[in-house]
T-cell receptor
Framework: ETGVTQSPTHLIKTRGQQVTLRCSSQ?????VSWYQQALGQGPQFIFQ???????GRGNFPPRFSGLQFPNYSSELNVNALELDDSALYLC?????????????FGAGSRLTVL | AQKITQTQPGMFVQEKEAVTLDCTYD???????LFWYKQPSSGEMIFLIY??????QNATEGRYSLNFQKARKSANLVISASQLGDSAMYFC?????????????FGTGTRLTIIP
């Protein structure tokens, strides 16, 4: 089975620009969540999508938005980029079940904002 | 709200020795799961082991075991017979076990370095 794939792996943007990050979930998984990991920190939950609807959100402003497509792939969009948005963005997919539902992570997209 | 605390920013361990990585947690929910992930320099988070709050026995997965002490709210990871490939960041995380809730709360991590 294929794992979670993310693109692009690295990108550089300037302050005020917009960025779109993409994620293909693992086969059989219907739930996607996104995390922001600043340098030297643990990942912070941004939001999750289930059946193309956002159904959970962390403490991030509205300029962080997302989409989930019928094939369960997902996009993370960030508008009006700020310097503090520089981070590794991790996508994770899961089956959405209860119990020991393990999230499978991708290798991330490293965003640098200048 | 959930909180994970990892108090060891970095650890150095001789190859083939055992190592314990500390993790304490805080939550008011009675039903939760505790996870350990490994993050090598490539960035991918690799799942290692899971412990549910109602599990009676400590979880084990190969060389990994989880020392779960519910009363102390601790979930330490034990790696036996460490290998050079174990050098990485290790994160403890928790999730409240509500259906559809995929939010993981992570600690700040411990950087483990295995010395030959």
């Amino acid at each position: 089975e294929t794992g979670v794939t993310q693109s692009p792996t690295h990108l550089i943007k300037t302050r005020g620009q917009q960025v779109t990050l993409r994620c293909s979930s693992q086969s059989g998984h219907n739930t996607v969540s996104w995390y922001q990991q600043a340098l030297g920190q643990g990942p912070q939950f941004i939001f999750q999508y289930y059946r193309e609807e956002e159904n959970g959100r962390g403490n991030f402003p509205p300029r962080f938005s997302g989409l989930q497509f019928p094939n369960y792939s997902s996009e993370l969009n960030v508008n009006a980029l700020e310097l503090d948005d520089s981070a590794l963005y991790l996508c994770a997919s899961s089956s959405g079940a209860d119990g020991a539902n393990v999230l499978t992570f991708g290798a991330g997209s490293r965003l640098t904002v200048l | 709200a959930q909180k994970i605390t990892q108090t060891q920013p970095g650890m150095f361990v001789q190859e083939k020795e055992a190592v314990t990585l500390d993790c304490t947690y805080d939550t008011s929910d009675p039903s939760y799961g505790l996870f350990w992930y490994k993050q090598p320099s490539s960035g991918e988070m690799i799942f290692l082991i899971y412990q549910g709050s109602y599990d009676q026995q400590n979880a084990t997965e190969g060389r990994y075991s989880l020392n779960f002490q519910k009363a102390r709210k601790s979930a330490n990871l034990v790696i036996s017979a460490s290998q050079l490939g174990d050098s990485a960041m290790y994160f403890c995380a928790m999730r409240v076990l509500n259906f559809g809730n995929e939010k993981l709360t992570f600690g700040t991590g411990t950087r483990l370095t295995i010395i030959p």
